[in-house]
């Protein structure tokens, strides 16, 4: 749904064509999404029709690309301990082979 809205905007009804789920579960979805403020929704007439927010999924994007950050550098430092960890055993391996 969010891919589709990347495109512009559209109805409700316009959103349930790819999917094979009801209106009133494309409509719940949607609900969510404007409660998230990632989706603005207005009403044109008898239609409702969505538009994607792209701040509020920029907001998301940095947040997540923090999160990322922070667990590559931990996953780096972690191997490091590791390798040296294996460095030493091997060390202690050899030592212990004479």
């Given at each position: 749904m969010i891919e589709r809205l990347s495109h512009?905007?559209?109805?409700?009804?316009g959103l349930t064509e790819p999917f094979a789920l009801s209106q009133q579960m494309i409509?719940?979805?949607?609900?969510?999404?404007?409660?998230?403020?990632?989706?603005?929704?207005?009403?044109?007439?008898?239609?409702?029709?969505?538009?994607l927010r792209p701040e509020a999924i920029r907001k998301v994007s940095d947040w997540a690309g923090y999160y990322r950050r922070f667990w590559e550098e931990s996953f780096d430092k972690l191997d490091g301990v590791v390798n040296q960890m294996k460095k030493e055993?091997?060390?202690?391996?050899?030592?212990?082979?004479?």
């Open positions: 512009g905007p559209a109805t409700v009804h409509s719940k979805h949607v609900a969510y999404l404007v409660r998230a403020r990632i989706v603005r929704k207005t009403r044109r007439g008898r239609e409702s029709v969505c538009t055993r091997e060390a202690e391996d050899d030592k212990n082979s004479e």
